[in-house]
């Protein structure tokens, strides 16, 4: 007999269970799914987009970053940031725009011009809903040259003689306390340089003809130079090396096998001495004809015909007793050496023959280049002529004024030079930041990309070297005067120091270099000068030798 009592109760329990059940999976809440990512969107710096990477920026720009969702007011502080390259923080203001989509940053005080700025922005910007950006933004900005004056404007003739004043300190300031000779760079120590040394020697010469020091100080000092150089220097077959211990006279090695003579810079140091003995033509100081006999017998000693490497009909750049012809770099054209051939064709005891210029410098007529750059017939050299230090070196005494031989007519050759170089810059092919016709000139010069390098317009990495456009002011005058000016007057805060012009700085990658070098700040000084008064190349032309040395290797023009 069925309980109907028993039954019921069991029902209820059964429908009470299913109903927990039930309530239990209806209440659970469902999985929470994360806010949605979004994405950057565009990019305006002043109102205009070009991509990440902007130069020529004003000191106080407007950023415009857009983005497709609201952003998130709170967020924005520690996910943007602007500073410098060298990650110094710059404050900055905020506001937004199209319903908080879009940021516009700018800074809370003017940017220092000619500095490179990075606004980043990283994936900690949060959307309202409080989404991640998707990918971090990094905007690469470089402020725009200041153009205000940096110093009062003077007349040209004052300016040069500034430069040329600021520039001798280099030279004789800052000389080496012991033998006189010109440091290789402002941080040299006692390693002092023979090339920059002999340009050195010019410079003091150009100093005293312009009453910057007096005849009498630029005397006494070229005399302990050329002591220190008789008494204590190490020579090779007469060749000095191409660097020297300033204190000792010791070589101190260029490289691990160039611990010899190179005569190369032996001929940069004789071009300054020959100038030196001419200008010192005293017949009754003894001090002035003692100079001279010493700088005779350093100039005599000097074994050309050892540096044909076993009578061979082209020079050797270097020889070391430990290492022998191990380096085994020929002189040959086109490049700064010319000086080399004349000066070894020109020696009293050790001439080199004409053939040895001609098939060895001038690989019989192979130096010639003959094409068209910019409108530009460039007789000799490499394309688009090479760094412009080709044109100065050897020119620093050599006059080029109608000179010519069987290969080219020389002052066409280094105005064409020069002119290619200013015309390349120009143009500026690459589009870098800040060349223009005030702001141009490339040659081997330090640069904070590489170190060190030969600029060219075959070889340009943005760098300017203010000696190039300044050193060429006799084959190009007004585009180099545009360049000195435009040097001191706008970029002098940065670029002008304690000895005139630092060696390079670079407007694209921003930097001013703090060194400077003999080598560069030497043709400075001369060719100014001998744009001014033709000084040095009166001295180096006048010494009976050079025309003898001229001559015989078949050149021709006024004097010869």
């Given at each position: 007999m069925k309980q109907p009592g028993l039954f019921f109760t069991v029902t209820i329990f059964l429908l009470l269970a299913a109903c927990k059940k039930s309530g239990n999976a209806t209440t659970t809440p469902p999985p929470t799914e994360p806010p949605a990512s979004f994405s950057f969107n565009s990019l305006k710096v002043n109102g205009a987009y070009k991509g990440l990477t902007y130069y020529g920026v004003n000191p106080s720009p407007v950023l415009q970053l857009s983005f497709l969702a609201p952003i998130d007011h709170a967020s924005v502080n520690t996910a943007v940031t602007l500073k410098t390259s060298a990650g110094v923080g710059v404050t900055y203001t905020t506001s937004y725009a199209n319903s908080d989509s879009t940021i516009i940053i700018q800074p809370a005080s003017p940017l220092q011009a000619i500095t490179k700025y990075v606004l980043g922005v990283t994936t900690a910007l949060q959307?309202?809903?409080?989404?991640?950006?998707?990918?971090?933004?990094?905007?690469?900005?470089?402020?725009?040259?200041?153009?205000?004056?940096?110093?009062?404007?003077?007349?040209?003739?004052?300016?040069?003689?500034?430069?040329?004043?600021?520039?001798?300190?280099?030279?004789?300031?800052?000389?080496?306390?012991?033998?006189?000779?010109?440091?290789?760079?402002?941080?040299?120590?006692?390693?002092?340089?023979?090339?920059?040394?002999?340009?050195?020697?010019?410079?003091?010469?150009?100093?005293?003809?312009?009453?910057?020091?007096?005849?009498?100080?630029?005397?006494?000092?070229?005399?302990?130079?050329?002591?220190?150089?008789?008494?204590?220097?190490?020579?090779?077959?007469?060749?000095?090396?191409?660097?020297?211990?300033?204190?000792?006279?010791?070589?101190?090695?260029?490289?691990?096998?160039?611990?010899?003579?190179?005569?190369?810079?032996?001929?940069?140091?004789?071009?300054?001495?020959?100038?030196?003995?001419?200008?010192?033509?005293?017949?009754?100081?003894?001090?002035?004809?003692?100079?001279?006999?010493?700088?005779?017998?350093?100039?005599?000693?000097?074994?050309?015909?050892?540096?044909?490497?076993?009578?061979?009909?082209?020079?050797?750049?270097?020889?070391?007793?430990?290492?022998?012809?191990?380096?085994?770099?020929?002189?040959?054209?086109?490049?700064?050496?010319?000086?080399?051939?004349?000066?070894?064709?020109?020696?009293?005891?050790?001439?080199?023959?004409?053939?040895?210029?001609?098939?060895?410098?001038?690989?019989?007529?192979?130096?010639?280049?003959?094409?068209?750059?910019?409108?530009?017939?460039?007789?000799?050299?490499?394309?688009?002529?090479?760094?412009?230090?080709?044109?100065?070196?050897?020119?620093?005494?050599?006059?080029?004024?109608?000179?010519?031989?069987?290969?080219?007519?020389?002052?066409?050759?280094?105005?064409?030079?020069?002119?290619?170089?200013?015309?390349?810059?120009?143009?500026?092919?690459?589009?870098?930041?800040?060349?223009?016709?005030?702001?141009?000139?490339?040659?081997?010069s330090d640069d904070n990309i590489s170190g060190y390098a030969a600029h060219s317009p075959t070889n340009d990495l943005g760098i300017i070297a203010p000696t190039a456009a300044i050193s060429s002011l006799p084959f190009t005058p007004t585009e180099s005067l545009n360049a000195l000016r435009f040097f001191y007057y706008t970029l002098g805060d940065k670029a002008w120091g304690q000895y005139g012009f630092v060696d390079a700085f670079n407007l694209v990658n921003p930097w001013f270099d703090t060194d400077c070098l003999a080598i560069d700040q030497g043709p400075e000084m001369v060719m100014i000068e001998n744009y001014r008064s033709g000084l040095l190349w009166h001295l180096f032309m006048s010494c009976p030798e050079v025309q003898t040395g001229l001559k015989k290797l078949g050149f021709q023009g006024p004097g010869l």
């Open positions: 959307s309202k809903s409080k989404g991640s950006l998707q990918s971090p933004i990094t905007v690469s900005l470089t402020t725009a040259i200041d153009s205000a004056d940096k110093f009062p404007r003077i007349s040209d003739d004052a300016l040069l003689d500034k430069v040329q004043a600021q520039t001798l300190k280099y030279f004789y300031d800052f000389g080496h306390p012991v033998s006189g000779l010109a440091r290789e760079r402002t941080s040299s120590g006692d390693l002092v340089t023979s090339g920059g040394s002999g340009f050195g020697i010019m410079a003091m010469l150009a100093a005293a003809q312009r009453n910057f020091i007096t005849r009498t100080q630029a005397l006494n000092r070229i005399d302990t130079i050329v002591t220190f150089l008789t008494d204590k220097t190490t020579r090779y077959h007469g060749a000095f090396s191409h660097w020297i211990n300033g204190a000792t006279g010791a070589t101190i090695p260029f490289g691990t096998q160039d611990n010899g003579g190179d005569i190369v810079e032996t001929a940069y140091m004789l071009q300054g001495l020959l100038c030196a003995r001419q200008y010192f033509n005293s017949t009754t100081d003894a001090k002035e004809i003692s100079l001279r006999g010493r700088i005779n017998d350093i100039w005599n000693a000097v074994d050309w015909t050892w540096y044909r490497k076993d009578g061979r009909n082209i020079l050797y750049w270097n020889w070391s007793p430990d290492y022998n012809w191990a380096i085994n770099t020929p002189v040959k054209g086109w490049n700064e050496a010319l000086i080399t051939y004349v000066l070894a064709a020109s020696s009293a005891n050790y001439a080199i023959p004409k053939t040895t210029y001609d098939s060895g410098w001038a690989a019989n007529g192979a130096i010639r280049n003959g094409s068209t750059y910019y409108g530009t017939v460039l007789p000799l050299g490499p394309g688009f002529g090479g760094p412009l230090f080709f044109a100065h070196y050897s020119f620093l005494g050599i006059d080029p004024h109608g000179l010519s031989d069987a290969y080219a007519n020389y002052w066409t050759q280094d105005t064409a030079h020069a002119r290619i170089n200013y015309n390349y810059c120009v143009a500026n092919p690459q589009g870098f930041y800040g060349y223009s016709a005030q702001c141009w000139g490339l040659t081997a």
